[in-house]
Nanobody
Framework: EAQLVESGGGLVQAGGSLRLSCAAS??????????IGWFRQAPGKEREAVAC????????SYLDSVKGRFTISSDNARNTVYLQMNSLTPEDTAVYYC???????????????????WGQGTQVTVSS
């Protein structure tokens, strides 16, 4: 059974950095046939897509408010996706989730997809 496990969250001061990891296992298909997305949900707010990556070609997409600060990357040999978050602000405080979606065409764009598999989330708190 497909499983995603996030790690790397924590408490950081504004301006600081964190790197989140998403370790995948149990996928039916090869890892590079998937897109992986990072999402976040702050208290009282709707979940929003933060970044995603098409694993076969490394193409990425970002939420406008994190462009230039966050970087999504993958280590396909380790079935792991990372989210490097720099210049964090209190507005980045949320539970961060990673999710996976199998791509019929493995070079498809990772954005605007209905992701099938989700991790349990990791808390990121940025203090001012």
């Amino acid at each position: 059974e497909a499983q995603l496990v996030e790690s790397g969250g924590g408490l950081v001061q504004a301006g600081g950095s964190l790197r989140l990891s998403c370790a995948a296992s149990g996928f039916t298909f090869d890892f590079d046939e998937y897109a992986i997305g990072w999402f976040r949900q702050a208290p009282g707010k709707e979940r929003e897509a933060v970044a995603c990556i098409t694993l076969s070609i490394g193409s990425t997409s970002y939420l406008d408010s994190v462009k230039g600060r966050f970087t999504i990357s993958s280590d396909n040999a380790r079935n792991t996706v990372y989210l490097q978050m720099n210049s964090l602000t209190p507005e980045d405080t949320a539970v961060y989730y990673c999710a996976a979606d199998h791509l019929y065409y493995k070079t498809s764009d990772c954005g605007f997809r209905l992701y099938d598999y989700w991790g349990q989330g990791t808390q990121v708190t940025v203090s001012s």
